[in-house]
Protein backbone atom coordinates (compact mmCIF):
# COMPACT_ATOMS: atom_id res chain seq x y z
CA UNK A 1 0.00 0.00 0.00
CA UNK A 2 1.21 3.51 -1.33
CA UNK A 3 2.52 6.06 2.02
CA UNK A 4 -0.84 7.72 2.77
CA UNK A 5 -0.54 11.45 3.34
CA UNK A 6 -1.72 12.61 6.29
CA UNK A 7 -3.54 16.37 6.45
CA UNK A 8 -4.48 17.86 10.22
CA UNK A 9 -6.83 20.86 9.20
CA UNK A 10 -8.58 23.46 11.45
CA UNK A 11 -4.91 24.34 13.44
CA UNK A 12 -5.39 27.33 15.35
CA UNK A 13 -2.28 27.48 18.04
CA UNK A 14 1.40 26.21 18.33
CA UNK A 15 0.61 23.48 20.46
CA UNK A 16 -1.48 21.41 18.30
CA UNK A 17 0.67 22.32 15.09
CA UNK A 18 3.81 21.16 16.79
CA UNK A 19 2.12 17.61 18.06
CA UNK A 20 0.66 16.75 14.89
CA UNK A 21 4.12 16.82 13.25
CA UNK A 22 5.85 14.99 16.51
CA UNK A 23 2.90 12.42 15.63
CA UNK A 24 3.43 12.31 11.84
CA UNK A 25 1.24 15.13 9.94
CA UNK A 26 2.62 15.63 6.69
CA UNK A 27 0.56 18.72 6.06
CA UNK A 28 -1.24 21.15 8.32
CA UNK A 29 -4.28 23.08 7.23
CA UNK A 30 -5.16 26.27 8.63
CA UNK A 31 -8.45 27.81 7.78
CA UNK A 32 -8.81 31.68 6.56
CA UNK A 33 -12.82 31.63 6.12
CA UNK A 34 -14.05 34.09 8.55
CA UNK A 35 -17.06 32.32 9.40
CA UNK A 36 -15.36 29.37 10.34
CA UNK A 37 -14.92 28.34 14.02
CA UNK A 38 -11.70 27.69 12.85
CA UNK A 39 -10.73 31.01 11.35
CA UNK A 40 -7.06 32.39 11.52
CA UNK A 41 -5.91 35.29 10.39
CA UNK A 42 -2.94 35.04 8.04
CA UNK A 43 -1.13 37.03 10.68
CA UNK A 44 -2.04 34.57 13.33
CA UNK A 45 -1.41 31.45 10.81
CA UNK A 46 2.70 33.11 9.85
CA UNK A 47 3.53 33.43 13.81
CA UNK A 48 2.33 29.43 13.63
CA UNK A 49 4.03 28.41 10.36
CA UNK A 50 6.84 30.48 11.24
CA UNK A 51 7.96 27.72 13.84
CA UNK A 52 7.22 24.76 12.01
CA UNK A 53 9.88 22.39 10.13
CA UNK A 54 10.47 23.17 6.55
CA UNK A 55 9.34 19.80 5.42
CA UNK A 56 5.39 20.15 6.83
CA UNK A 57 3.44 21.59 3.49
CA UNK A 58 1.04 24.01 4.51
CA UNK A 59 -2.31 24.47 3.65
CA UNK A 60 -4.62 27.72 3.15
CA UNK A 61 -8.37 26.83 2.94
CA UNK A 62 -10.21 29.56 1.40
CA UNK A 63 -14.11 29.44 0.60
CA UNK A 64 -14.72 32.27 -2.33
CA UNK A 65 -12.03 34.36 -1.68
CA UNK A 66 -10.55 36.53 -4.91
CA UNK A 67 -7.37 36.06 -6.03
CA UNK A 68 -6.07 39.62 -4.17
CA UNK A 69 -6.81 37.83 -0.54
CA UNK A 70 -5.00 34.39 -1.68
CA UNK A 71 -2.33 36.11 -3.23
CA UNK A 72 -2.02 38.27 0.17
CA UNK A 73 -1.91 35.08 2.49
CA UNK A 74 0.47 33.36 0.38
CA UNK A 75 3.05 36.14 0.87
CA UNK A 76 2.15 36.78 4.43
CA UNK A 77 2.32 32.77 5.75
CA UNK A 78 4.16 31.13 3.06
CA UNK A 79 1.74 28.49 2.52
CA UNK A 80 2.56 25.79 -0.31
CA UNK A 81 -1.26 24.68 -0.88
CA UNK A 82 -4.31 26.35 -1.51
CA UNK A 83 -7.39 24.51 -1.00
CA UNK A 84 -10.77 26.06 -2.28
CA UNK A 85 -13.13 25.03 -0.24
CA UNK A 86 -16.34 27.24 -1.42
CA UNK A 87 -18.09 27.22 -5.06
CA UNK A 88 -15.40 27.82 -6.95
CA UNK A 89 -15.25 27.40 -10.73
CA UNK A 90 -12.78 25.51 -12.60
CA UNK A 91 -11.99 28.67 -14.38
CA UNK A 92 -11.60 30.37 -11.13
CA UNK A 93 -9.12 27.47 -10.19
CA UNK A 94 -7.14 28.14 -13.52
CA UNK A 95 -6.64 31.27 -12.43
CA UNK A 96 -4.44 30.09 -9.46
CA UNK A 97 -1.66 28.67 -11.95
CA UNK A 98 0.29 31.82 -11.60
CA UNK A 99 0.80 31.57 -7.50
CA UNK A 100 3.04 30.24 -5.79
CA UNK A 101 1.50 26.85 -4.67
CA UNK A 102 0.00 23.98 -5.47
CA UNK A 103 -4.17 23.81 -5.26
CA UNK A 104 -6.78 21.43 -4.02
CA UNK A 105 -10.56 21.23 -4.55
CA UNK A 106 -12.67 20.11 -2.14
CA UNK A 107 -16.02 18.26 -3.48
CA UNK A 108 -18.61 18.49 -1.92
CA UNK A 109 -19.90 14.52 -2.11
CA UNK A 110 -23.92 13.37 -2.09
CA UNK A 111 -23.37 10.43 -4.63
CA UNK A 112 -21.16 9.29 -7.81
CA UNK A 113 -22.08 11.85 -9.94
CA UNK A 114 -20.55 14.57 -7.63
CA UNK A 115 -16.81 12.62 -7.92
CA UNK A 116 -17.08 12.36 -11.60
CA UNK A 117 -17.51 16.30 -11.76
CA UNK A 118 -14.11 16.35 -9.82
CA UNK A 119 -12.57 15.95 -13.19
CA UNK A 120 -13.72 19.18 -14.65
CA UNK A 121 -11.02 20.66 -12.25
CA UNK A 122 -7.36 21.18 -13.96
CA UNK A 123 -6.02 20.90 -9.68
CA UNK A 124 -2.94 19.41 -8.55
CA UNK A 125 -5.12 17.54 -6.03
CA UNK A 126 -9.30 16.64 -5.26
CA UNK A 127 -10.14 16.57 -1.49
CA UNK A 128 -13.53 14.93 -1.51
CA UNK A 129 -15.66 15.88 1.69
CA UNK A 130 -19.49 14.85 2.55
CA UNK A 131 -22.04 17.94 1.75
CA UNK A 132 -23.69 20.05 4.42
CA UNK A 133 -25.54 22.98 2.33
CA UNK A 134 -25.11 25.02 5.11
CA UNK A 135 -21.65 24.45 5.78
CA UNK A 136 -18.03 24.32 4.08
CA UNK A 137 -16.46 21.08 5.67
CA UNK A 138 -15.88 20.38 9.25
CA UNK A 139 -19.15 18.70 9.80
CA UNK A 140 -17.53 15.60 11.37
CA UNK A 141 -20.18 13.97 9.35
CA UNK A 142 -18.98 11.57 6.01
CA UNK A 143 -20.29 10.21 3.11
CA UNK A 144 -20.58 6.56 1.32
CA UNK A 145 -16.96 6.00 0.69
CA UNK A 146 -18.09 2.90 -1.34
CA UNK A 147 -18.79 5.15 -4.06
CA UNK A 148 -15.19 5.62 -4.36
CA UNK A 149 -13.56 4.60 -7.99
CA UNK A 150 -10.12 4.77 -9.55
CA UNK A 151 -9.14 8.30 -10.74
CA UNK A 152 -5.95 9.89 -12.34
CA UNK A 153 -6.39 12.65 -9.82
CA UNK A 154 -4.34 13.23 -6.78
CA UNK A 155 -7.51 12.11 -3.75
CA UNK A 156 -8.19 13.63 -0.16
CA UNK A 157 -10.60 11.99 1.68
CA UNK A 158 -12.42 14.15 4.14
CA UNK A 159 -15.14 14.13 6.22
CA UNK A 160 -15.83 12.19 9.43
CA UNK A 161 -12.98 10.81 9.69
CA UNK A 162 -11.66 9.82 13.28
CA UNK A 163 -9.38 7.24 14.90
CA UNK A 164 -12.13 4.57 14.89
CA UNK A 165 -12.43 4.41 11.09
CA UNK A 166 -9.24 6.30 9.59
CA UNK A 167 -7.49 2.25 8.44
CA UNK A 168 -10.71 2.29 6.41
CA UNK A 169 -10.12 5.13 5.15
CA UNK A 170 -6.44 4.60 4.32
CA UNK A 171 -7.47 1.86 2.33
CA UNK A 172 -9.75 3.00 0.49
CA UNK A 173 -6.61 4.08 -1.69
CA UNK A 174 -6.54 7.63 -1.84
CA UNK A 175 -3.84 10.11 -1.99
CA UNK A 176 -4.46 11.26 1.63
CA UNK A 177 -6.72 11.55 4.34
CA UNK A 178 -7.98 14.84 5.63
CA UNK A 179 -9.16 14.58 9.80
CA UNK A 180 -10.56 18.08 11.08
CA UNK A 181 -13.71 17.64 13.71
CA UNK A 182 -12.61 13.73 14.11
CA UNK A 183 -9.84 14.38 16.58
CA UNK A 184 -10.95 17.97 18.76
CA UNK A 185 -12.08 18.50 22.03
CA UNK A 186 -13.75 21.59 20.50
CA UNK A 187 -13.93 23.34 17.56
CA UNK A 188 -10.19 24.76 16.54
CA UNK A 189 -8.76 22.66 19.56
CA UNK A 190 -7.31 19.06 18.83
CA UNK A 191 -7.83 16.37 21.52
CA UNK A 192 -3.59 15.19 21.66
CA UNK A 193 -5.31 11.77 22.88
CA UNK A 194 -7.36 11.25 20.02
CA UNK A 195 -4.58 12.40 17.41
CA UNK A 196 -2.09 10.17 19.01
CA UNK A 197 -4.86 7.55 18.73
CA UNK A 198 -5.34 8.06 15.17
CA UNK A 199 -1.67 7.97 14.27
CA UNK A 200 -1.16 4.88 16.58
CA UNK A 201 -3.81 3.10 14.27
CA UNK A 202 -2.65 4.18 10.67
CA UNK A 203 1.04 3.35 11.15
CA UNK A 204 1.41 0.24 10.32
CA UNK A 205 -0.43 1.17 6.86
CA UNK A 206 1.94 4.44 5.69
CA UNK A 207 4.43 1.93 3.66
Known amino acids: ?110 TRQDIKEAEDFSTDAILLDAFEPAQYGGTGRSFDWNILADMNENIFLAGGINPQNAERAVKTGVYGIDICSGIESQPGKKDHNKMKQLFDNIRYLRG
Open 1 to 110: MPDVKVKICGITDYEDASAAVEMGADMLGFNFYPESPRYVTPQQAAGIIDRLPAFVDVVGVFVNAPVSDIQETINTCQINWIQLHGDEKPEFCRSLFTLDARTIKAIRVK
